[in-house]
């Protein structure tokens, strides 16, 4: 079963050589190909890891040995369920792509194929020194498809992305270095590093928790260091929005489970992180509030949902963290359908801007009904993958902090409430409904089903991927 993990990483990569050869028009089908075949073996791994138990399926091979640097893939029961949401998204994606992504359709979809792969080895890497190498091609890529593809302001928004990335990835590979430095047997395999994590001096500890914290703060996005989100959403293509929410802010949050698990001292300080998420999810909810463009409200939203799903982890209870990683996988999935939504409201009426928007249900009823379902997924209606994530976390950190572990719930009742409203005035408010200058695709109208029925079956289904996590 080793073959499982390399060909789920580097198949996107290897698509990739075939765009040079092939027609421009041509180079989406050998993207959206790549990820329906790892689609399918991603379903493949899930199944069998779950089945036989974790960390069942490993795959190593020796490259700088002498300083603990192998090529080392692993598939535990955390990286199962962020291998399973970015599989999800990154064929949704690919889906809608040509509907979206009108120039330069090569370098898209070579940019499209390096993240896929990027992001799904990071996820995977059994060492640090993959999980770096993976989140660096990753966000250079992200940055290009933002640059090139993006809206008006995109070399701002683009510039912007790149410094806070630039930040965040120097953080977290001076962390990297001092956890290497400070082990007893000096490697970078993450199981083994864990292992040793007791033998790791405090101040070294310490030293490493403030570093990784910075990088996964930026990342998640937290407040004070999410202010590049909306910017980069606002502008980025629409396929660029639903892997940048729904895969890439995960980084952040699978990074701050392994720092749990590579640093004891993280314990220690996990109810300050705890505060700090919860108020990044009510500050970010108060802001959104104010938003007229509707990326950027969808934007805002990321920000809230991640800080609920932090919470879950930094409470380091076992419902708080299957919460947590339930969340993000929800959160995933949901937000792109948003994200599509968004797309597709813009290329049918040239704009995002609420004001602007009306009676959206007379003539596009698919992108209202959309639009409302994510909404209920949102904010956890029963029966969607929203509510299980939100459910646990917060029994989870009600068993931890007491009243204030449920707090930031009152976050999700007004980004609720609000995206309600929004919802009735863009969609269903028909007194002055506008005409559409064209109507989406079969694509977006399948790509929408499919993140549908995810958030569905994972609503009703949870043992499918939470099994692992036993009380």
């Given amino acids: 079963m080793l073959w499982f993990l390399p060909i789920i990483v580097?198949?996107?990569?290897?698509?990739?050589?075939?765009?040079?050869?092939?027609?421009?028009?041509?180079?989406?089908?050998?993207?959206?190909?790549?990820s329906l075949i790892v689609l399918a073996i991603v379903f493949g791994a899930a199944w069998f890891g779950l089945?036989?138990?974790?960390?069942?399926?490993?795959?190593?091979?020796?490259?700088?040995?002498?300083?603990?640097?192998?090529?080392?893939?692993?598939?535990?029961?955390?990286?199962?369920?962020?291998m399973v949401m970015s599989a999800i998204v990154l064929f949704a994606s690919a889906l809608v792509a040509g509907s979206f992504i009108k120039e330069s359709q090569r370098i898209y979809n070579l940019l499209f194929l390096l993240t896929a792969g990027a992001t799904l080895g990071v996820f995977?890497?059994?060492?640090?020194?993959?999980?770096?190498?993976f989140w660096e091609i990753s966000e250079v890529a992200m940055f290009f498809?933002?640059?090139?593809?993006?809206?008006?302001?995109?070399?701002?928004?683009?510039?912007?992305?790149?410094?806070?990335?630039?930040?965040?990835?120097?953080?977290?590979?001076?962390?990297?270095?001092?956890?290497?430095?400070?082990?007893?047997?000096?490697?970078?395999?993450?199981?083994?590093?864990?292992?040793?994590?007791?033998s790791l001096p405090q101040a070294t500890q310490l030293l490493a928790l403030l570093l990784l914290s910075v990088a996964f703060l930026i990342k998640i996005p937290s407040f004070p260091f999410?202010?590049?989100l909306p910017d980069a959403h606002t502008e980025a293509p629409t396929t660029g929005?639903?892997?940048?929410?729904?895969?890439?802010?995960?980084?952040?949050?699978?990074?701050?489970?392994?720092?749990?698990?590579?640093?004891?001292?993280?314990?220690?300080?996990?109810?300050?992180?705890a505060a700090l998420f919860g108020f990044s999810a009510l500050y970010s909810a108060m802001v959104a509030i104010r938003q007229e463009h509707l990326k950027?409200?969808?934007?805002?939203?990321?920000?809230?949902d991640m800080g609920i799903a932090s919470l879950g982890i930094a409470s380091q209870s076992t419902f708080g963290i299957a919460g947590g990683l339930y969340s993000m996988l929800s959160h995933g999935i949901i937000i792109s359908l948003l994200f599509l939504v968004a797309g597709a409201l813009d290329e049918a009426y040239g704009t995002m801007l609420i004001a602007r928007l009306k009676g959206v249900v007379k003539n596009i009823p698919m992108l209202a009904y959309g639009f409302v379902f994510g909404v209920f997924a949102l904010v956890g209606i029963p029966l969607t993958s929203g509510f299980i994530g939100d459910l646990l976390v917060f029994i989870g950190a009600f068993g931890v902090y007491s009243v204030g572990g449920i707090v930031p719930l009152a976050a999700i009742l007004i980004i609720g409430a609000f995206m309600f409203f929004v919802a009735e005035r863009v969609f269903f408010s028909t007194s002055k409904a506008i005409?559409?200058?064209?109507?989406?695709?079969?694509?977006?109208?399948?790509?929408?089903?499919?993140?549908?029925?995810?958030?569905?079956?994972?609503?009703?289904?949870?043992?499918?991927?939470?099994?692992p996590f036993a009380v």
């Fill in 10 to 34: 580097f198949l996107p990569f290897v698509f990739a050589i075939p765009l040079f050869f092939i027609p421009e028009k041509q180079s989406f089908l050998v993207s959206t190909g790549s």
């Fill in 51 to 82: 089945s036989q138990g974790f960390p069942l399926l490993s795959f190593q091979q020796g490259y700088i040995q002498n300083l603990g640097i192998n090529l080392d893939l692993e598939l535990t029961r955390y990286s199962n369920i962020f």
């Fill in 124 to 133: 995977l890497a059994g060492n640090l020194f993959l999980f770096y190498l």
């Fill in 145 to 198: 498809i933002i640059y090139i593809f993006g809206g008006y302001d995109r070399r701002y928004a683009a510039i912007k992305f790149l410094i806070y990335s630039i930040v965040a990835s120097l953080f977290l590979l001076l962390g990297i270095l001092v956890i290497y430095s400070g082990l007893p047997t000096q490697t970078f395999n993450i199981a083994s590093v864990i292992s040793q994590s007791s």
């Fill in 226 to 228: 999410h202010n590049w």
């Fill in 241 to 273: 929005s639903m892997i940048l929410a729904g895969i890439l802010l995960k980084f952040g949050g699978y990074g701050l489970i392994l720092m749990f698990l590579m640093l004891p001292i993280a314990s220690t300080y996990a109810l300050p992180l």
């Fill in 296 to 304: 950027r409200l969808i934007a805002y939203t990321s920000i809230v």
């Fill in 435 to 467: 005409e559409p200058f064209t109507n989406p695709g079969n694509d977006i109208k399948v790509s929408m089903v499919f993140l549908s029925a995810a958030t569905v079956i994972l609503g009703i289904a949870p043992f499918l991927l939470l099994s």
